[in-house]
């Protein structure tokens, strides 16, 4: 029969001992002699884990579809009771975890779930674990094995491996669920030249860092989706049917050994960002994409839609963190367990969470999701995404969002999050008290009116809301050496105050008495040596975070450029371009320079729901912006704004729009007025021609 009816489930079981503190991750803060006596409770509690967790999240889904499951067997490696009641038997792997209950979304002070706070550690076994009953099996060959490798031993103990894995066995599939280090051991030997055509694998991306491989931190889904395709194809796990690498609950990448590889992500979410909003991490989520794979080939045999399945999986990682272990029982009986149902259910939903797709990464094919995705005219995809917000019009496509900035350009979003780790960084260490003896230096560049202000006070809002304190100086504004020391004074003020302040240099590249780029030598001192000299003696400047806003190049190519190698090495621009630490170049809403730029439109209508929202939120209705078409179409589709971005909210400004609940062609500001800011005729022209049609 061409179906799947026996499931044999091996590889590491263990035991998970649940160490449950109620009082959440943060307990250690108070005395030891304060907590004594005091009745505070904590409870240890155990469950079956690895391949015996695996083999009942199988068995909950089969009971889940009774239709599908019907005549399926599933066996799995048993797990004593006095394993499970005995902290100190050795027959098994140990694991001890620290659970607390933690806000089930960041902020939430109503609804708790248990997660994990902390990993202890393994206490490895002193016995072999005991093997499935082959005599259950009642000498069936399995159809479908399940193996789960957390390089416990297993892989390398050949007498815990099944006859089926070695034998003359009529095994139709196999889904190894492998941990670090990847694709070692005899295990993995004995799947690639025995078993190659069948075997599906599922790792975790943090198993791939951990095992060498070069896949970088996200700072774009194209990045990391291109990163670990390249690392795949050139390592020995393109040796089995497919590969699945999963990242927790954001995404995860299939590729296929004769076909082509998927991308599934959330589009507003990148790697461990939706996590930041969900407290506290979960154990599970390779097992859910295994158990989602292995019931697709269950149920769909013949023709499994695999890519359905990494879907399904994906949402049931998410689920299960969401969700967090189930409580059941009280006083004395209070325990947990893993929550199966709602995984079970998860994978039983028809309509699939995340987006889905494929790109190849070869020479003239498209660099971003965007350009796949995004089909039709960008003009009128930009009026809906204006009228509707991002999240209802852009289907299937990354969208980046630091508070009110938000970008749907590739390159933007890895530059700005690019940054965002920078920062990141640094701002943990000094919250940590680590000593830091100088200035971080970053720089922001962008055509005149981009917007590059906004985008970095934006994300120091967002992210560090805290634990920064803004500070601005516009080095155009300054006629002497003397006053960018009295700026400094302000800095080191703010530091001593305990305070992290975030400096912002704008025009840091106009002329200082006449001469190009004069301010740079003054800078070199700071930012390398977190001191400045005034009056003959020097002073140490604290932590702090340098942004220089260039005035006079769009991007840093553009500043890196040679023009006049002499004037530039006396001006010191290659040591202070060595002193910087990142860069953001912010596109802005005017077309870039060549002519081939179809995104602009986009920017454009999201730089105005910006603005619109912060100045007229009445003009909203659950997401519907009320406008004008024709002012709309202008809006977005106009040649050029000749300030960039500030000349958009100048317009929005002169408009009088305060207490309308529409943008209307006649809150516009007069002809003569919109020439500040752009062609006027041009603009109005457009208005015109949407009222004409």
Not at 633 to 650: D, K, P, V, W, Y
Request: charged content about 25%.
């Amino acid at each position: 029969m061409d179906s799947i009816r026996l499931v044999e489930v091996t590889g590491d079981a263990t035991v998970d001992w649940m160490l449950m503190n109620p009082r959440g991750p943060h307990a250690e803060a108070i005395e030891f002699t304060q907590m004594w006596g005091a009745g505070i409770s904590c409870r240890a509690v155990s469950q079956p884990g690895g391949a015996a967790l695996l083999a009942s999240m199988l068995e909950a889904t089969a009971a889940s579809q009774p239709k599908a499951s019907s005549g399926l067997k599933i066996t799995g490696p048993p797990v004593s009771r006095r394993a499970l009641v005995n902290p100190a038997y050795e027959g098994f792997d140990r694991t001890f975890i620290s659970w607390s209950l933690f806000p089930k979304t960041r902020g939430d002070r109503r609804d708790y779930v248990w997660r994990i706070s902390e990993f202890w550690g393994q206490d490895p076994k002193a016995a072999v674990a005991p093997t499935p009953d082959a005599e259950s099996q009642k000498g069936e060959s399995p159809d479908l094995l399940v193996i789960d490798d957390s390089n416990l031993g297993f892989r390398q103990d050949r007498s815990r491996w099944p006859a089926a894995l070695t034998g003359e066995g009529g095994l139709k599939a196999i889904v190894l669920k492998m941990s670090s280090p990847l694709a070692q051991g005899s295990l993995w030997a004995e799947l690639v030249d025995g078993h190659s055509d069948i075997v599906t694998v599922v790792v975790a991306l943090s198993d791939m860092r951990k095992s060498g491989f070069n896949v970088g931190y996200a700072l774009s889904w194209e990045q990391i989706y291109a990163e670990i395709s390249a690392a795949l194809k050139c390592s020995e796990l393109s040796a089995v049917k497919r590969v699945v690498v999963l990242m927790r609950a954001a995404g995860a990448v299939l590729a296929e050994r004769n076909g082509p590889s998927c991308l599934v992500f959330d589009r507003f979410h990148q790697e461990g960002d939706w996590e930041k909003g969900h407290p506290g991490i979960m154990m599970g989520y390779s097992s859910c994409m295994v158990t989602s794979i292995a019931w697709e080939i269950i149920s769909h045999y013949s023709n499994p839609d695999i890519v359905k399945a990494t879907n399904k999986g994906v949402s049931a990682s998410r689920s299960l963190h969401v969700s967090g272990f189930e409580q059941y029982g009280r006083g004395k009986n209070l325990r947990l367990r893993f929550p199966f149902k709602v995984v079970a259910d998860t994978l039983e939903e028809k309509e699939t969470e995340f987006d889905e797709v494929c790109l190849s990464f070869g020479e003239g094919s498209p660099r971003s999701i965007l350009d796949v995705n995004l089909k039709g005219d960008y003009d009128q995809v930009a009026m809906e995404v204006a009228l509707r917000g991002p999240a209802n019009t852009l289907s299937g496509v990354p969208i980046e969002r630091i508070g009110d900035w938000s970008s749907v350009d590739r390159g933007e979003i890895e530059s700005m999050r690019s940054v965002r780790n920078i920062l990141s960084e640094y701002v943990t260490q000094y919250a940590h008290g680590m000593r830091l003896g100088k200035p971080l230096s970053i720089a922001v560049f962008g055509p005149p009116g981009a917007g590059k202000s906004f985008a970095i006070k934006q994300m120091a809002k967002a992210l560090f809301p805290d634990e920064l304190t803004h500070i601005e100086f516009n080095l155009s504004q300054f006629e002497t050496v003397h006053e960018l020391g009295q700026a400094f004074h302000e800095v080191r003020d703010l530091a001593l105050e305990q305070r992290l302040p975030l400096v912002f240099l704008d025009e840091f590249d106009t002329p200082l008495e006449g001469r190009e780029l004069g301010w740079l030598r003054y800078f070199l001192a700071p930012m390398q040596d977190g001191q400045f000299k005034e009056g003959g003696i020097y002073h140490p400047i604290g932590p702090a975070i340098f942004v220089f806003a260039g005035g006079t190049c769009s991007s840093i190519e553009e500043f890196k450029q040679t023009r006049d190698e002499a004037f530039e090495k006396d001006a010191k621009k290659k040591d202070f371009i060595s002193r910087l630490r990142g860069y953001i170049n912010i596109l802005g809403p005017n077309p870039l320079a060549g002519g081939d730029d179809r995104v602009f439109p986009l920017r454009r209508a999201l730089l105005l729901r910006a603005l619109l929202g912060a100045k007229a939120g009445q003009l909203f209705e659950d997401d519907l912006l009320r406008i004008d078409p024709g002012v709309l179409r202008a809006f977005l589709t106009t040649g050029e704004f000749l300030h960039g971005a500030r000349s958009m909210g100048a317009i929005v400004d002169m408009s009088a729009i305060t207490g309308k609940l529409s943008f209307e062609r006649s809150s516009l500001p007069a002809e003569n007025q919109l020439a500040l800011h752009v062609d006027p005729r041009a603009f109005l022209e457009i208005v015109d021609s949407c009222a004409r049609e």
